[in-house]
């Protein structure tokens, strides 16, 4: 299995600020996903990052507000615009081929007040 | 549409007491995955199990097992013997086909159980 780190594990943000994760794994994989889970809830997917195209957003996230970048094959960032204390959740990223087993990174936990 | 559920939202055993975990899903597509995941209070997801829609064998891994029937679309799991260390939320997922009964990686999660074992 992939071994997926994320940066920063945690933070504490003000609305109206934007904040970028980062999600690092150890192999090249073609396909990563960004979730959220807000609390107490279940995992959403917000969106498939796959290396050299648009990411592709799931209904209700929108690229103006959950920008994602994927430079390569081991790595991906999701930026969290123009925050709002709704936003406060843990976001995680995935890799798996299709079919295959999905491997999560450890999340990072955001609060924003 | 695809969808899971997870109709225990929480459960309290006390240590060395067997505990099912149920899961029943929705899917239209003959090709389809389940799988299992623990969530503990540290929050990073731990795969448990992979099972495809063709392989309707029980699966046994010490003292956790599931127990997979396609007709009454149920994928339980079941921990025997349960410890203090395996109270955590555990989440059931289904993978989307596409169209054409392929398999994405978009995973569908149940609402989850939380799980707490008493010593």
């Known amino acids: 299995s992939a071994v997926i780190s994320q940066k920063p594990s945690r933070d504490i943000c003000q609305r109206g600020t934007s904040l970028t994760i980062q999600c690092q794994v150890d192999s090249q994989v073609t396909m990563m996903f960004w979730y959220r889970q807000q609390p107490g809830q279940s995992l959403t997917l917000i969106a498939t990052a796959n290396q050299g195209s648009e990411a592709t957003y799931e209904s209700g996230f929108v690229i103006d507000k959950f920008p994602i970048s994927r430079p390569n094959l081991t790595f991906s960032t999701l930026t969290v615009s123009n925050m709002s204390p709704e936003d406060s959740s843990i976001y995680l990223c995935?890799?798996?081929?299709?079919?295959?087993?999905?491997?999560f990174g450890p999340g990072t936990r955001l609060l924003v007040l | 549409a695809q969808k899971v559920t997870q109709a225990q939202t929480e459960i309290s055993v006390v240590e060395k007491e067997d505990v099912t975990l149920d899961c029943v899903y929705e899917?239209?597509?003959?090709?389809?995955?389940l799988f299992w995941y623990k969530q503990p209070p540290s929050g990073e997801l731990v795969f448990l199990i992979r099972r495809n829609s063709f392989d309707e064998q029980n699966e046994i891994s010490g003292r956790y097992s599931w127990n997979f029937q396609k007709s009454t679309s149920s994928f339980n799991f079941t921990i025997t013997a349960s410890q203090v260390v395996d109270s955590a939320v555990y989440f059931c997922?289904?993978?989307?086909?596409?169209?054409?009964?392929?398999?994405?990686?978009?995973?569908?999660f149940g609402t989850g159980t939380l799980l707490a074992v008493q010593p």
């Open positions: 995935s890799v798996g081929p299709a079919g295959e087993t999905q491997y």
């Open positions: 899917t239209r597509d003959t090709t389809y995955y």
């Open positions: 997922a289904l993978s989307e086909a596409r169209g054409y009964g392929g398999a994405t990686n978009k995973l569908i």
